[in-house]
């Protein structure tokens, strides 16, 4: 009896149910695990993507285990998709508790000896400005009721930069830097702003490249799965992770420490 009244107690830290968090990039890898971990614990998912027919088939899966979600097509390059998502997230559900910003492209190895200024920009729109985007469009609902919670996520090479791509480097680097400036201005609106800068893991993102040697730099000595980072965001998405703002945490079996 006593043991299940702590299980209780630790379980109230970490549920969403009634919550609700809008996941960007919800169709794939990393997103879509983000969107059914916090499914599984209660909250309210709004899945949004690109690419509809994948994020139809997260918010199904989602359904079909009897948790909540909705699934809403959106560019997160464009205000009036992101506002359409705001406005299924109010009109389905009545507001937005947490936000995760997951949506990104990848640099597709260039270098600064070949990187050109339209390739630069296109990937700093897509994983820097819609961040910016995404977050000062559900900014005044989290503000007016001084609460929210919003997950950032980036990029070991936005810590430690990496060997190609300089732009999404740069991006994520940038996003690391607004997740605490965020952190620093929200603080007095009690909106938890957060990081969560992955290592390698098992999504189209990463097979696109060899893994054997940066498998062989973790101290895990294997490829992190979508959960592992989506454990983390669940964390400073819950009351768990009250205390928690303006840091950045890596999932990434000891591939770098900070
Ligand atoms: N996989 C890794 O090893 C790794 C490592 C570090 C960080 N990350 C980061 O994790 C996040 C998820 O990456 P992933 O590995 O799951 O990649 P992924 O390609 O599997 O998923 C990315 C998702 O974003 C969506 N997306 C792309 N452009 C979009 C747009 N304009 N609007 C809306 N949605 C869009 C895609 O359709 C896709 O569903 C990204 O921010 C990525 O930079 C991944």
């Excluded at 690391?176 to 603080?187: D, G």
């Excluded at 938890?192 to 993102?205: E, F, I, K, Y």
């Amino acid at each position: 009896m006593e043991s299940r009244v702590i299980e209780q107690t630790m379980y109230d830290y970490f549920k969403l149910v009634g919550k609700t968090a809008i996941v960007t990039g919800a169709g794939n890898g990393i997103g879509r695990g983000i969107a059914q971990v916090l499914a599984g614990l209660g909250a309210n998912v709004v899945a949004c993507d690109i690419e509809k027919d994948s994020v139809e088939k997260t918010v199904e899966e989602i359904i079909s285990k009897g948790l909540n979600g909705v699934a809403v097509y959106c560019d997160v390059r464009k205000y009036e998709d992101i506002r359409n998502v705001i406005d299924v997230a109010v009109s389905t559900y009545g507001t937005v508790d947490i936000l995760v910003n997951d949506a990104a492209g990848c640099g597709g190895g260039v270098t600064v000896d070949d990187i050109t200024e339209e390739e630069w920009l296109r990937l700093i729109e897509l994983n820097l400005n819609s961040v910016f985007r995404f977050t000062m469009s559900v900014l005044p609902i989290m503000r007016a009721k001084k609460s929210g919670k919003i997950v950032n996520i980036s990029s070991g090479a936005g810590i430690t930069g990496d060997f190609s791509d300089p732009h999404y480097a740069a991006a994520k680097g940038g996003v690391i830097a607004l997740t605490k400036e965020l952190a620093h201005e929200l603080a007095k609106d009690h909106i938890n702003v957060n990081s969560v800068a992955p290592g390698l893991v098992d999504t189209r993102m990463a097979r696109i490249r060899p893994w054997e040697d940066e498998i062989a730099d973790t101290l895990w000595y294997r490829v992190g799965q979508p959960e592992d980072i989506a454990y983390a965001v669940a964390y400073l998405a819950s009351a768990a992770g009250e205390y928690c703002t303006g840091q950045v945490i890596s999932p990434n079996g000891g591939a770098w420490m900070q």
